[in-house]
């Protein structure tokens, strides 16, 4: 599902411990890290597609995570031209996301990267929060700089189960 502006809407997923640290993943098979993030399905809600996502990236349950905080409006980011399938008439050109910010309530044992037939990530861990702003690719530093300014009252506010 494309947007009239050539935008595919999707979710992006920030994943903090009781040390606030949150989760950072290693694309499968490539050298780039990133939050978890995926595709919201036509008959899907923002939070349909989060709870999906997160299963099938990380392998954890909704009664694993506590939703600290979502962000407000759509946060969009253009694709590179070398990274842009044009293999018919589409007019995508990025993805336009809702980030949630997520407090873990289980053990990070929980986590499991080989929860799908196709994993995402192969490799994960913990790093400090502004950590991934100098690590990300830079079409998505934007965005990232966005979402995780907007959700950080979110987490220092919230209380740490």
Known sequence: MIDEDGYRPNVGII???ELDQVLWAKRAGQSGWQFPQGGIGDAETP???LFRELDEEIGLS???VRILGRTKGWLRYQLPEYLLQRKDDSSFVGQKQKWFLLRMLGDEDDV???HS???????WRWVSYWYPLDQIVSFKQ???????KELLPYLRTSSHA
Not at 117 to 123: I, R, W, Y
Not at 142 to 148: D, F, K, N, S, T
Request: proline share 4%.
């Open 47 to 49: 939070e349909d597609a």
């Open 117 to 123: 037939n196709s994993p995402e990530f192969d490799v």
């Open 142 to 148: 934007q965005v990232y700089r966005r979402a995780m």
């Open 112 to 114: 499991s990267l080989k």
């Open 62 to 64: 909704i009664s694993q």
């Open 15 to 17: 994943l903090a411990n």
